[in-house]
């Protein structure tokens, strides 16, 4: 409903996704003063519902309140003394690197998936606009802004530039949804010119875009290599595929590396 897309460009729905993605992922927006007029609003709002919600709370009997204080006081002091029994530093063994790798790798993809449903809803906010611009002008304003203030252009670049067939494989998820953010932009004549090289830019959008189309082409030679199945276009075979893992990921990817072609 355009109607409903057009109350959360204004009251910064899709500024917030866009800062959500950035804390993420680490990135700062490129102008922060948009975004952060709507986290101080947020901020407040929130404020407010707390100290509403705090004026209504009953007041427990003072004596048990304390009993309990008193606990929680003790308890905290047995931790306490827990903890302090074995400290680490050296001679205390070895070090367990590969569980501590683990652990990041898998605290990374977490956040590469909290960002793709992320940018799920961003992509399904702008949908109603695709190919309507003339329709809804003021809305496209609103949407300029967002993107050339927001983390959007640095998050491009962070998944954009200098990839090799492995990284974009790794990434194919977030950077599918991407392109698909960028091809919008490509379509649409008053964003053009966020694809194009802005101050303080290195290179363009179009450019990074442009950039995947050897990889593309690389991925989609090595498919011909390994020998393409095409009964998976069926899906019966597709289940079929799925068991066995390798099908069916060389269909993923040859998939990806159509998409990536489709926006260069």
Known sequence: NVKIVNACLE???LD?????IGDLLGESPREALRPDSFMLAMELE???????FESLQVSNDSNSCKGFNENA?????SQEKDLSLWRPGFGRG???HAAEDEKREKAMELRKRKCSKALQCILAMLAPYFETENAHTEAFERIFE??????F?????????GNSV????????????????CTFLLKTPSLFSLVEKLSGQYASLYELVSGLEPLAREILELQEQEGYDSSLENDEARGEASQGGGRWKSRNERDFADLVLSCV
């Open 11 to 13: 009251t910064g729905v």
């Open 16 to 20: 917030l996704l866009f800062v959500r």
């Open 46 to 52: 929130l404020k407010d519902l707390i100290n509403a």
């Open 73 to 77: 006081r003790a308890d905290n002091v």
């Open 94 to 96: 070895q070090t367990n």
């Open 146 to 151: 967002v993107l050339k203030c927001s983390c």
């Open 153 to 161: 252009l640095n998050v491009c670049y962070f998944f954009l530039f």
């Open 166 to 181: 492995k990284s974009l494989l790794e990434n194919q998820e977030m950077i599918g949804l991407l392109l698909r953010l």
